[in-house]
């Protein structure tokens, strides 16, 4: 069975950093990409992060760009996101969710979410 | 930037129905679309992916069909359990992006 456990999430100051942990179990992780994807209080659904089995090519939105870092580690089978510089607008629940393939972008697993809230 | 404009943003009806959603894109994302159900308090579920394939467990009531820049999202008799908000999602090109939802609500 595929879980997927985010932890990591919290109360942060602006400016502040964060690092969001995923912790991934029941499918070959190094073989699939894994994305960050984000949902502030009552709204839709924002991709912030795509990155490959192996660990190529990382992908981000442009409203994090520069500030947030993907990274994994398939020794742990664990995805990170490393969110720098954090501002009012990060906050959300951030979800990490397993693509249908290595270059399929559909979702087909996701964890429960982590809330970060950046407030002062 | 692909833009998806889902239509309509709230859709009230009774269970057993059948119920329509529609996913627009800025431009062509040939069949390169999913369909994700997310109710109160739970993450997103993958039901159809690349346009008209349901992911697995997911049940025949559900369907998907279109390519290019017009898809549909079909239920073809609403159970209860089919109340939830709606979103499409487009990988043609990155950035990934998300509509911004249809709430299918009990009339």
């Known amino acids: 069975e595929v879980q997927l456990l985010e932890s990591g999430g919290g109360l942060v100051q602006p400016g502040g950093s964060l690092r969001l942990s995923c912790a991934a179990s029941g499918f070959t992780f190094r073989s699939y990409a894994m994305n960050w994807v984000r949902q502030a209080p009552g709204n839709g659904l924002e991709w912030v992060s795509t990155i490959r089995g192996s660990g190529d090519s990382p992908q981000y939105a442009d409203s994090v760009k520069g500030r947030f870092t993907i990274s994994r580690d398939s020794s742990k089978d664990t995805l990170y996101l490393q969110m720098n510089s954090l501002r009012a607008e990060d906050t959300a629940v951030y979800y990490c969710?397993?693509?249908?393939?290595?270059?399929?972008?559909?979702?087909?697993?996701w964890g429960q979410g982590t809330l970060v809230t950046v407030s002062s | 930037e692909i833009v998806l404009t889902q239509s309509p943003a709230t859709l009230s009806l009774s269970p057993g129905e059948r119920a329509t959603l529609s996913c627009r894109a800025s431009?062509?994302?040939?069949?390169?679309l999913a369909w994700y159900q997310q109710k109160p308090g739970q993450a997103p579920r993958l039901l159809i992916y690349d346009a008209s394939n349901r992911a697995t467990g997911i049940p025949a009531r559900f369907s998907g069909s279109g390519s290019g820049t017009d898809f549909t999202l079909t239920i073809s008799s609403l159970e209860p359990e089919d109340f939830a908000v709606y979103y499409c999602q487009q990988r043609s090109r990155w950035p990934l992006t998300f509509g911004g939802g249809t709430k299918v609500e009990i009339k």
């Open positions: 431009q062509s994302v040939s069949t390169y």
């Open positions: 969710a397993k693509a249908l393939g290595d270059t399929t972008m559909a979702l087909d697993y």
